[in-house]
């Protein structure tokens, strides 16, 4: 957290736009900050249940979700990027727009690429797939992928992330899967 504070605090004007053309033409919708904010439960919820459940599955999913948010951590150190798609909302004073406002003034838009908003919602969805606990569990993970899905498309139709963020979230999540959950790490050959 102190170094993604730092980065907040030092990346503020000179950074690469990573938008592309599809999101000037996303719309903005406010709504969409009642599935960005759950992300603060559903990421939790699961890692917690990991850790209830099983030890080496709670290790797995950490070790998913620590890698991905440390790589973000560098790329951002070495890369600065973010964001040009904020919209003035002033106009609007629903609940739902002034939890955007209020989300606007405490996280800026830089430190944008790769979301991890989108990563840690496919890590805790894979790790929820994978986890032996869910196997007959099915409505369960048809909620979470739904909730999951919801939070990825809150994060471009609240202008909190490009399109490009999104897929350098997938790209992450494709390449750290086989490192966490493929190679035999510690398991001793017979």
Known sequence: ???????????????????MPIDY????????IIPYF???????????????????????????????????????????NGLDLRQDISYNNNLCAKLVKMLYKTDTSTNVFPSLHVFNTLGCLVALYRSKGMKDKTWIKVIATIIGILIILSTMFLKQHSVWDVIGAFALAAILYPIVYVIPWGRKKQ
């Open 1 to 19: 957290m102190p170094w993604f504070m730092w980065l907040e605090k030092t990346v503020t004007t000179d950074f690469h736009l990573v938008s």
């Open 25 to 32: 033409k996303i719309p903005f919708c406010e709504y969409f």
């Open 38 to 80: 759950m992300w603060f439960l559903f990421v939790p919820a699961i890692v917690g249940y990991e850790f209830f459940y099983s030890k080496k599955e709670y290790y797995q999913c950490c070790a998913y979700l620590f890698s991905g948010m440390t790589i973000f951590l560098i790329i951002c150190t070495i890369w600065h």
